[in-house]
């Protein structure tokens, strides 16, 4: 008896092993993508990560150009498309000015005309994968463009509500400012960041909010949401949601550099 025990709970333990959802994907930041520059960080790593296995999708957080031009987003873009997996895009300082024919509305524009397969519509949007929900909010300003960062009280409405929309799932947000500053840098910090705090604070389900733009790496828990910050390409971060389906998913980020 107490081997067909074993045996069948080894069994349903196998069984449950299988059946656990596991999301990967891939963060990358603050390329600061340039025509002109002599090395092509980003072709190198984009290689990087056609090898890696399981990445459902890539997102690049931010500065992904070096200055708002729209012959430079276009170069980024046919890059980008080489990846194996689809991309998400979270507009960053250097990416738009309204006074250099890049607005915010542009740039999107930009992105759906090159890139057929790309869906969202506006800065700020959600996309599901294996039930975890994937918050992209928009800090930017492509009106006078400054380093610091400003989730417009509209940004702040529409997250609170995207949240609403979704109490039994685990939410990670994406993001070019951190609300939780890896160092003290000042110029870069966010306005206000205690009125985003406090929306996500009404809400268990989020996990994380993944940013770049400090140029550190440094993952710090606050009330119970991980806070990840990345440093710039040649690095990018591997993230896996352990367990997604569940509660209490585990979240495992790894730092790889591209030499």
Known sequence: ????????????????????????????????????AENNILEKVINDI??????????FTGDNINKPDKKELSAFLSEAKRLNCPFYMVIGDHDVNKHKDLSKK???????KQVRK?????????????????IVADGSKDVIPGTMGYFKEDVLTWLDSELS??????????QHFPVV??????????????NYLKVIAKHS??????AGHFG????????????????PAPYYRIIDILDADTKNPTIWAQLKEVK
């Open 1 to 36: 008896m107490k081997k067909f025990l074993s045996i069948f709970l080894a069994y349903f333990l196998c069984i449950s092993a299988a059946l656990a959802k596991d999301v990967r994907f891939v963060q990358v930041t603050d390329v600061r993508f340039s025509e002109q």
């Open 50 to 59: 056609n090898k890696q296995k399981d990445v459902k999708f890539v997102v």
């Open 106 to 112: 542009e740039y999107i524009k930009a992105i759906r």
């Open 118 to 134: 790309y869906k969202p519509e506006t800065p700020n949007y959600a996309f599901e994968k294996e039930g975890v929900i994937f």
């Open 165 to 174: 929309l979704y109490p039994d799932n685990n939410v990670i947000i994406l």
């Open 181 to 194: 500053p890896p160092e003290e840098k000042e110029t870069y910090y966010t306005y206000k960041p205690e």
């Open 205 to 210: 389900n989020v996990r994380a909010v993944i």
């Open 216 to 231: 550190v790496n440094k993952e710090e828990t606050v009330n119970g949401v991980l806070h990840i910050s990345t440093a």
